[in-house]
């Protein structure tokens, strides 16, 4: 089992900046990748970033030049740097640590989701 604890959601002015933070514990596989998706209400949730253990990231065509994922193995801890915020980024975040190279891996794990609302 992975436990996964999310910081770092809020609310902020259309181009500020927000940073997400998630710490996995528990038992983690080496290999494994470890990323955020979000829900806004009525839609689908949706794969915003992933990073695996090696470094490899996968982001978004809505997000990319804006969000930047990052990974401290050490840790166990991925953040999410999101900048130059939009309304339409306006979501819960929920945090997700894959037992593989790719988020979709088996088994996953969530955290319970952050609010991040982006006033215009």
């Known amino acids: 089992q992975v436990q996964l604890v999310e910081s770092g959601g809020g609310l902020v002015q259309a181009g500020g900046s927000l940073r997400l933070s998630c710490a996995a514990s528990?038992?983690?596989?080496?290999?494994?990748?470890m990323g955020w998706y979000r829900q806004a209400p009525g839609k689908q949730r949706e794969l915003v970033a992933s990073?695996?253990?090696?470094?490899?990231?996968n982001y978004a065509a809505s997000v990319k030049g804006r969000f930047t994922i990052s990974k401290d193995n050490a840790k166990n801890t991925v953040l999410l740097q999101m900048n130059s915020l939009k309304p339409e980024d306006t979501a819960v975040y929920y945090c997700?640590?894959?037992?593989?190279?790719?988020?979709?891996?088996?088994?996953?794990?969530w955290g319970q989701g952050t609010q991040v609302t982006v006033s215009s």
């Open positions: 990073i695996t253990s090696g470094g490899s990231t």
């Open positions: 528990g038992t983690i596989f080496s290999s494994n990748t």
């Open positions: 997700r640590f894959a037992a593989g190279y790719s988020i979709a891996s088996m088994p996953g794990y």
